[in-house]
């Protein structure tokens, strides 16, 4: 059931700022890293051939308020498993990026990828996000 609803969440951010920017949804991706500096989970809009733009939680959300704390929730998976990796991979959390997007001719199949620096290291399936 949460694997769902974050499927969603993730699915609605890419397709709202599609809308937003007219374009196809295979041109947004969302990007996830650590702020090691304010110890914090932070999100970047990336569009094919444009600048990336960091963007918060409510954006992503398309919402003005998260009165459920969505953020909080994700975050905490997020963190939990950025941690986990930097462990597994031997480098600072900060090094590690997650990036989401949808394939071209499957809108609704979301995917994730693992970065350290600019070495994409692997697809991670959501269910190891959210067991973190």
Request: proline residues 1%.
């Amino acid at each position: 059931m949460i694997n769902e609803y974050v499927q969603k969440i993730m699915r609605n951010g890419i397709t709202n700022f599609a809308e937003q920017l007219e374009k196809p949804t295979s041109d947004i991706q969302i990007l996830i890293l650590w702020d090691e500096e304010n110890q914090q989970v932070k999100y970047k809009k990336m569009i094919r051939n444009s600048e990336s733009v960091f963007v918060n939680f409510n954006e992503i959300l398309n919402v003005k308020f998260d009165l459920l704390n969505r953020e909080m929730m994700c975050n905490n998976f997020i963190h939990n498993t950025l941690k986990k990796y930097a462990k597994e991979f031997s480098c600072d959390m900060s090094n590690l990026f997650v990036i989401i997007y949808l394939l071209e001719d499957e809108e609704k199949d979301i995917r994730l990828y693992l970065y350290r620096n600019s070495d994409a290291i692997k697809e991670i399936e959501l269910e190891e996000i959210l067991s973190s």
